[in-house]
RNA sequence: GGGCCCUUAGCUCAGUUGGUCAGAGCACUGCGUUUACACCGCAGGUGUCAUCGGUUCGAGUCCGGUAGGGCCCA
């Protein structure tokens, strides 16, 4: 072998030489010069950098690195950028816990600041235990944690050959970032689509935040049922005459204080008489009505529930649709409030709720009932139940409804004009499989309001408005102070709007900064206007804008992709892409989601390093879109063994064809002798008909990769690379020597006969296709042998055409099947060589070969070459079917085997004389 | 409670519009020191296509029911 081609291949350490080289090369640079045609532009999810990569996210960013390097092979310019999302409230809990360390807006800023330790990873620190530090010093922490995480990220994406273009990754919390999120803000603020209001809210309590609807999710949880009594007011004495309690049951009795009115449901008989009249609370004496609504169900409880302002998001419906009175009783930190709502008059009413002003709901539970039950107002025993609840779903503390004043983006969830809209945008975009495009519509259809953004949080986008401070020191919210657009980004709390001075904040007649931030998904909606530049780069804009794919989990088409859409739609009255391919998760063996401590046992970066790149891609790329894949490290082996079967047999090819030889001397001389080689004529039928099955297979994988289905592109790819590393090398490899001797280097420029040459143009021209239908999957090994005797990257070579491959091989007829009765036949003599336990290397003496009349002209053929390759010295071929009239082929077998169970179909072999060594 | 996906060989999965669709690979067994490859090659058999009905000349394939698994939403 040469010194260019190894005398023995591996695919160990080709990653970090590769991608040195491309980085030096800038392969997978984007050039801005390209116009929208030839761009192909992917929207690639930016990971949460406080959340450690795992399987999955391997599994995922391939198929979409699958998409990017098929299509620069398409001769599309791919703008593939990186981002990190480190915005927001993983990030927040991540540095607390890294650093010891808590956010207090109220301390001032500390130059230098260092935190008590580094690399908490792992372990939560209680809050007493966290050094409480400003606002600024800790952001500075996020910034630097992230910035760390960021280059482990991108470590493990080159490793796994991820073809972004490194010099274009971009930070959700970056300036920029933050100035596309407020440009956007402002935007929709002044075309009415942001708006803020004074609602109830569901709210977390740990992280004192609001949370949206899209971050909710319902957990069993254990209740209990309290049958309390409500004594009827004079109304409903009046009315009913004999009516007495009203026992109704509820898990909430500490919400008692909070109760505005009973309901149920108006066509329950049992209630028919108390609507419209009046029972008082136990404990507090308020008198609240009992009301008729749909949403009572009649066979909960006793079927007549308590109203409360609020318990969970039904009290809030009733609240708005019966116009019900509020009285909250919970604050933000999740206590019962100092003050007792309006309503609680009566003296032993205050003096109750004194008992449980500033308790935690757990706390005040326990005493109000202890208070009903000392005044027999509470029947039996509460009766455990399981439930439902509603929490954030990044919390661990159920939700509350507090009423607060916040910032809202309309998402079709209260304007049903919009919400057609929308469903008409998913209806547009081509979800990749289809069927992910259900989940988007139910989502949308399922809205129940508008898209609260406004977080109570840190770090992330500040919402960039200020309001006018009134006369009595109160904000003016109705009139926000905005600033220019090319002001942004603003910090209002750090930053004065223009007209103001520093001096004027926060006093009569002067500014107030709004401190809301956004909430992490009001700027990751806005990916494909922050990496195509819409604020500060029209041209790029135009030329990227909207992009060609949305590439993501199915977990977030709610969140990500939807609000993705609704921006877009806002903004720029279109789809912010035409393509969202989804993919699947990662079961374990067991079939069961990979749940994240596994993940972490298995990490991506052990297994790149263990099965080898390409080997980890093989494995993702066999999984279709949109369907889960099991954790199988069985087929990473299988990934591992194609990538060295790639090595192996390109040495092979590029061995018996001389252009190993011709590469020795120079790249340039390799080049040249591959062209010479490929330039000769194909005048062999079953290398036509080799040509002629690989110009099938690339139609087939264009098609299929056009359709993002890779699977199927790799599936043809392989099968029929296997069939020409199996059977055709085999069968062509004496005549492509022609006559060379072991280790004699073959000169690819000497004259030599037709067939050998023949061999050789079909060799080399398979390998250059084969090569480049494996590269978007196995970028290191398919970019190793190209650069054993080519020019330039694989990863920019043209995708191969079935055109000129097909009208090299037009000379013969045969095809496909011609290429698989010579495999067959081949087969079948090893068969023999097999059964009698020999190598294959001894010769056969004689042999009849039986073959189905519609195979035997492609195994004539292909005759010389299975002579050569099955070592057979005189083979007579015979059609089988005519085989089993008796005497037809002038003798009975000699070898025992039974005609009457031969099948005609199946080529077999008859009167075989192996060559015994002497 | 609603929606979506899945159930094919021991395992992981293909099976396009109903008609060689009963398939691949892995695993397993046997053989083999081949002028690419032991991180290898060759040769072997394995299935009531979850289940029950229906449509059809014909059903893994289409329709409906049931059971199991997964996910999303209430």
């Known amino acids: 072998m040469t010194s260019r081609i190894p005398d023995k291949a591996t695919v160990d350490g080709l990653e970090d030489r590769w991608n040195e080289s491309w980085e030096a090369a800038g392969t997978y640079r984007f050039d801005e010069s390209a116009t929208r045609e030839q761009v192909y532009s992917i929207d690639t999810p930016p990971p949460t950098v406080s959340g ?26 791919v703008f593939y950028p990186m981002g990190w999302d480190d915005n927001g409230l993983p990030t927040e809990r991540r540095v607390q816990n890294y650093y010891g360390v808590r956010c207090d807006p109220t301390l001032p800023y500390v130059d230098g600041y260092e935190p008590p330790f580094a690399g908490g990873e792992g372990k939560s620190v209680k809050a007493a235990d966290q050094q409480p530090i400003s606002r600024r010093n800790f952001v500075e922490l996020c910034e630097r944690l992230t910035a760390e995480d960021e280059k482990q990220f991108e470590a493990l994406w080159r490793h796994l050959g991820l073809s972004v273009d490194w010099s274009r990754t971009y930070q959700t919390i970056s300036p920029s970032s933050q100035a596309v999120a407020q440009q956007a803000f402002l935007r929709g603020l002044g075309r009415g689509e942001c708006y803020q209001a004074e609602a109830p809210t569901l709210w977390d309590v740990t992280f004192r935040t609001a949370v949206a609807q899209a971050e909710l999710e319902d957990r069993e949880r254990p209740g209990a049922y309290h049958r309390l009594a409500f004594e009827p007011a004079a109304d409903m004495e009046e009315a009913t005459g004999s009516f007495g309690t009203v026992w109704i049951e509820t898990t909430r009795p500490e919400l008692l204080p909070a109760c505005v009115a009973l309901v149920a449901h108006p066509d329950d008989e049992r209630y028919q008489g108390l609507f419209g009249t009046h029972v008082r609370t136990p404990l507090f004496g308020v008198e609240v009505p009992v009301v008729p609504h749909h949403l009572a169900q009649p066979d909960k409880g006793s079927g007549i529930a308590m109203i409360c302002t609020f318990g969970d998001i039904t009290d809030v419906t009733w609240w708005r649709e019966l116009k019900l009175p509020t009285r909250p009783v919970l604050g933000w930190d999740g206590r019962v409030l100092p003050e007792a709502p309006a309503g609680i008059s009566s003296p032993e009413g205050l003096a109750a709720y004194g008992e449980i002003a500033g308790m935690t709901v757990f706390s005040a539970q326990k005493r109000i009932v202890e208070m009903l039950v000392e005044q027999g107002l509470m029947e039996g025993e509460p009766r455990p139940i399981s439930h439902p609840v509603k ?27 919009l919400n057609d809209a929308l ?22 259809k399922g809205l129940t309001g508008d898209w609260l953004i406004s977080r109570q949080r840190f770090f992330g986008v500040p919402i960039p408005v200020w309001y006018p401070v009134l006369a009595d020191g109160s904000p003016d919210y109705d009139n926000p102070i905005v600033p220019s657009e090319d002001a942004l980004p603003v910090d209002p709390s750090a930053d004065v709007p223009s007209g103001y001075t520093a001096d004027q904040r926060d006093v009569p007649g002067g500014f107030t900064g709004e401190k809301d931030i956004m909430d992490t998904w009001a700027t990751s909606s806005l990916t494909p206007q922050i990496v195509c530049g819409w604020r500060d780069n029209p041209a790029l804009f135009a030329a990227t804008f909207p992009m060609d794919l949305r590439p993501q989990g199915q977990d977030i088409i709610r969140t990500w992709l939807f609000s993705t859409v609704v921006r877009s739609h806002a903004e ?9 391919a989804i993919s699947g998760w990662i079961l374990d063996p067991d079939r069961k989601k990979m749940s994240k401590s596994k993940g972490n046992v298995v990490t991506p970066m052990g297994l790149l390093e263990s099965h080898g790149s390409d080997a980890v891609r093989y494995w993702a790329a066999a999984a279709r879109l949109g369907t889960d894949a099991a954790f199988d490290e069985g087929q990473m082996k299988i990934g591992r063994r194609l990538a060295m079967k790639v090595l192996n047999a390109s040495k092979f090819v590029l ?12 790249l340039a001389e390799g080049v040249s002798a591959a062209a010479a080689v490929t330039a000769k004529p194909v005048t062999e039928a079953l290398d036509a008909a080799m040509l002629s099955a690989l110009a099938d297979v690339v139609d087939a994988a264009t098609a299929a990769l056009d359709n993002y289905d890779h699977t199927k592109a790799l599936e043809v790819a392989e099968t029929l690379f296997w069939t020409f590393c199996d059977d055709y090398l085999e069968l062509v490899k004496t005549r492509a020597y022609d006559g060379a001797a072991p280790g004699e280097a073959i000169d690819p420029f000497a ?24 590269a978007p999957v196995l970028p290191f090994a398919t970019e190793e042998v190209w650069s054993w005797y080519q020019e330039g990257s694989v990863h ?21 099947p011609l290429l698989a009765a010579a495999g067959e036949a081949l ?40 002579l050569a390759a099955g070592r057979v010295r005189t083979m007579q071929i015979v059609d089988a079917v005519a085989a089993l009239e008796p005497g037809v082929d002038g003798e009975a077998p000699e070898d025992g085997s039974v005609d009457e169970i031969a099948d005609p179909t199946v080529m077999r072999t008859e009167n075989a004389a192996l060559v015994t060594e002497a």
């Open 391 to 417: 929490f954030f779903e990044k919390g661990d503390k159920p939700l509350e409804i507090v009423t607060t004043r916040q910032w809202y983006i309309r998402n079709g969830g209260t304007d049903a004009a």
């Open 572 to 580: 720029h009255g279109t789809l912010p892409w035409k393509h969202a």
């Open 827 to 866: 087969s079948v003599l090893r068969k023999v060589k097999s059964e009698a336990k020999v190598s294959q290397r001894t010769e056969i003496e004689s042999i009849d070969l039986l073959v189905p009349e519609a195979k035997v002209a492609f195994v004539r053929a292909a005759e010389p070459d299975l």
């Open 796 to 816: 920019r070579a043209a995708w191969p055409v079935s055109a000129p491959v097909r009208a090299a091989a037009d000379s013969t007829s045969g095809g496909a």
């Open 751 to 774: 004259p030599c006969s037709e067939g050998a040459a023949s061999a050789r143009a079909t060799l080399v021209t398979a390998l250059g296709v084969f090569l480049r239908l494996f």
């Open 423 to 444: 469903v008409a945008r998913g209806a547009e975009l081509d979800f990749v499989p289809d069927f992910m495009r259900v989940r988007y519509e139910n989502w949308v």
């Open 52 to 77: 450690s990569l795992h399987v999955g996210h391997v599994f995922s960013y391939t198929h979409t690195d699958v998409v990017a390097r098929y299509q620069r092979m398409q001769g599309r310019e």
């Open 655 to 666: 061995g018996a064809s001389g252009v190993a030889t011709a590469a020795g001397s120079s």
